[in-house]
């Protein structure tokens, strides 16, 4: 049985998109001039506000407060996960959003500059596995 991966009835979470099939998409979002960045319990919920305004589903968050200051944390979601490394000392926030399937990553942008005070907020998108999905291999 031939399988199409430009198919957008298979259930394989693959995205199907402008004629392209990939993983997902990866947003790598840097916060700047941002606020509570040392607060593991902001961080924790602006993961959960993230995964209701995109639409995913979250399965586990694990932070870690480091000593003067700074938070390291990652939400594994069923279609991915977010992580982040702050440097609260200068504002600056190195957020990894990751997603497939039907998620909406992009809303995670402003959830975050509304969890921590700012509009400056720089994005990059990557279409992981963009390229590299053949029939073969989502078969």
């Known amino acids: 049985m031939s ?5 957008e009835t ?8 402008d004629g392209a099939v990939f993983a997902g998409t990866h947003l790598i979002i840097e916060v700047e001039n941002g606020h509570g960045l040392d607060d593991e319990s902001r961080i924790q919920q602006a ?11 979250l ?10 200051q700074g938070v390291s944390g ?5 279609e991915s996960h977010i992580s982040v490394h702050t440097w609260p000392e200068i504002g600056y926030g190195a957020f ?3 997603m497939c399937g039907d998620a909406q ?6 959830v975050l500059k ?12 990557l279409r992981r596995g963009e390229g590299l999905v053949t029939e073969t291999a989502a078969a």
């Open 10 to 17: 298979r259930d394989d979470h693959f995205i199907r998109r």
């Open 47 to 57: 993961f959960r506000d993230c995964v209701d305004e995109c639409g995913a589903t």
């Open 96 to 98: 990894d959003v990751f």
């Open 74 to 78: 990652v939400a594994v979601l069923a």
């Open 3 to 7: 399988r199409d991966i430009f198919d």
């Open 105 to 110: 990553p992009w809303r995670a942008v402003d």
């Open 114 to 125: 509304r969890a921590f005070g700012t509009d400056t907020v720089h994005v990059k998108e």
């Open 59 to 68: 399965l586990h968050i694990h932070t870690h407060k480091f000593s003067p």
